[in-house]
């Protein structure tokens, strides 16, 4: 089966090779050499001199660490769809209170949306941002928004689970106090690895906060961080060992840029493609995602149908979710994509359209 999944996506070749290593200890100098190379790697992708942890978690684990350790009372979340509720959902069921700004589904989260709903909630601490919303295929002007939040002096929490990897992201020049995402998504790793970047100013936070947990305390992750440690607790190494591949074979090719433009040269060809077949893809003209594309299925066409067609011809893509389930299918463009499987698969559907 070739995947066009939205996570867990296809893994490079080379992270399947290390993937097959003998284990070592994550107490062993082998150990703690590609831990640290990882963290400069991504701090250099993220252009941050934030610390960055490597939760044995998936990137969830990074909400219920930004609620506990850096919000002692009320957070504002961004809903754009299913994972921006989840966010709202971590915060409540940790005894925090949330307000929501949502717009309709499938509209992005605006400047002037987000300036206002922090004018009528002031006493907020911090903001939730889901960057890229994989269950409408919407990206959020996120620049934008962050200069909207620091105006007002909140904290940022951006969910960039399927954003980070696939475009850009300056956690330090648009001010992001925690920037997390998942192994299984734009970087072509197995799924089980939490990635994110975490501000000193929500260190500073957390130092003081109550009730903040033992697994996800920020500040047990910093003190190990800095000691040289890497981790509080048994480190995925497999996940870590596969990612620090990736990004090394990244630098190789040319650097972030490089992999950019190649997410943006697949997704063009996904568009162009769905859109000859007339079916459009589901977010507000100007907000599609680079990584996940969200397509209404024809008008009385069920999305499985799609789905379950294209496995039969040996192609995964991925079901619609949440709201959107019956109405849309998607396809992912995350992950390792050789560029013949692309085109064969866009052939596939063109055969698939043509035969409903
Ligand atoms: C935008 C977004 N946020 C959060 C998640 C949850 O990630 P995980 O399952 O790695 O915790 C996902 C998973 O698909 C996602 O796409």
Same mark, same amino acid.
């Given at each position: ?13 080379? /992270? ?5 290593? =003998? ?43 930004? /609620? ?67 269950? /409408? ?46 192994? =299984? ?40 961080? =800095? ?53 459009? /893809? ?75």
């Amino acid at each position: 089966m070739k995947l066009f999944t939205v996570g867990p996506v296809a893994c490079y070749p080379i /992270v399947l090779k290390t993937m097959s290593q =003998q284990m070592y200890s994550h107490r062993s100098d082998e150990y703690k050499k590609i831990h640290y190379d990882t963290v400069d790697l991504l701090k250099k992708w993220l252009e941050t001199e934030n610390s960055i942890y490597l939760f044995s978690s998936t990137g969830t684990g990074f909400m219920e660490a930004a /609620v506990r350790n850096c919000v002692k009372d009320k957070l504002l979340v961004c809903i754009n769809g299913d994972f921006g509720k989840r966010f709202a959902e971590v915060g409540k069921s940790n005894g925090k209170q949330v307000e929501i700004l949502e717009p309709a589904l499938g509209d992005p989260i605006t400047p002037q949306g987000l300036d206002d709903a922090l004018k009528k909630n002031p006493q907020v601490e911090a903001v939730a941002i889901t960057h890229n919303e994989t269950s /409408v295929g919407l990206i959020n002007p996120l620049r934008e928004l962050c200069l909207i939040a620091k105006k007002h002096g909140k904290l940022i929490f951006v969910d960039a689970v399927s954003s980070m990897g696939g475009t850009e992201i300056l956690v330090d020049d648009w001010g992001i106090d925690i920037c997390f995402s998942s192994s =299984q998504k734009c970087f072509g790793v197995p799924p089980g690895l939490g990635i994110g970047s975490v501000s000193k100013k929500c260190l500073q936070i957390a130092e003081k906060m109550p009730n903040r947990g033992y697994y996800f305390d920020l500040t047990l992750w910093e003190k190990d961080h =800095q000691r040289g440690q890497g981790t509080p607790v048994t480190s995925v190494i497999p996940q870590i060992a596969s990612l620090n591949a990736v990004l090394h074979m990244v630098e190789e090719k040319g650097g972030k840029k490089w992999y950019f433009d190649l997410f943006n040269r697949r997704n063009t060809k996904i568009r162009r493609a769905v859109k000859k077949l007339g079916t459009p /893809v589901y977010p507000k003209r100007g907000y599609e995602s680079p990584t996940v594309n969200c397509i209404k299925a024809p008008k009385g066409v069920p999305g499985k149908k799609i789905y379950d067609e294209m496995r039969l011809k040996g192609y995964e893509l991925a079901q619609g979710y949440g709201a959107l389930k019956d109405v849309t299918y998607r396809i992912g463009n995350m992950g390792y994509i050789p560029s013949l499987s692309l085109t064969s698969m866009l052939e596939a559907l063109k055969e698939v359209y043509a035969s409903i």
